[in-house]
């Protein structure tokens, strides 16, 4: 059986990438609404909380408020939201690095999808250490894990983006100048 041809893997690269950027994209709008009254930045706060005194007083402020059952099920949520935003950054990195035809972004975007797997151990790990101190076990610790590996996290996803955004200008240069792949 012969390997597939670079057409079909372009391909089902592009589809690859938009089902997943599509699917993460409807996930956040729809977890928003499901997670209410809670805020994605309350959540993003308590990832980053950085002392075991900031994070009870978050967990506090939303047993007070309503919104502790919230955080918890945010992180069991998380899981999945795992899976669609790294696969979206995954595959766009290969797909839009594809459409430059430039080999050394190409092989940039094969790097960098690979890069975003250390990501998603980074937030898997953290979400454990989240959901432990949400759980009644406020040590420092667990919130010096989860706020570190937030940091990588962000990091990551940070620099993956740039590199598809720089990506796409040098595809859209390309194009506009009328060279061809």
Excluded at 124 to 145: D, P
Aim: one cysteine or more.
């Amino acid at each position: 059986m012969e390997p597939p041809s670079w057409s079909a893997r372009f391909n089902r690269l592009r589809q690859l990438f938009w089902f997943f950027f599509l699917l993460t994209i409807g996930y956040m709008i729809w977890i928003r609404s499901y997670l209410s009254p809670l805020s994605s930045g309350e959540i993003v706060q308590f990832e980053i909380a950085k002392t075991a005194d900031k994070a009870q007083s978050i967990i506090k402020d939303w047993k007070n408020t309503g919104k502790y059952e919230q955080g918890v099920k945010s992180i069991y949520f998380a899981y999945l939201f795992i899976i669609f935003y790294t696969l979206a950054i995954g595959f766009g990195c290969r797909f839009i690095s594809a459409c430059t035809g430039n080999d050394i972004l190409i092989k940039g975007g094969q790097g960098f999808a690979w890069l975003i797997g250390i990501a998603t151990i980074c937030d898997i790990i953290e979400n454990i250490a989240m959901s432990k101190t949400l759980g009644g076990n406020i040590s420092q610790l667990n919130v010096t894990i989860a706020y570190n590996l937030a940091r990588i996290k962000f990091s990551i996803v940070i620099v993956c983006v740039l590199f598809m955004v720089a990506c796409s200008l040098y595809w859209l240069i390309s194009k506009l100048a009328g060279e061809e792949k």
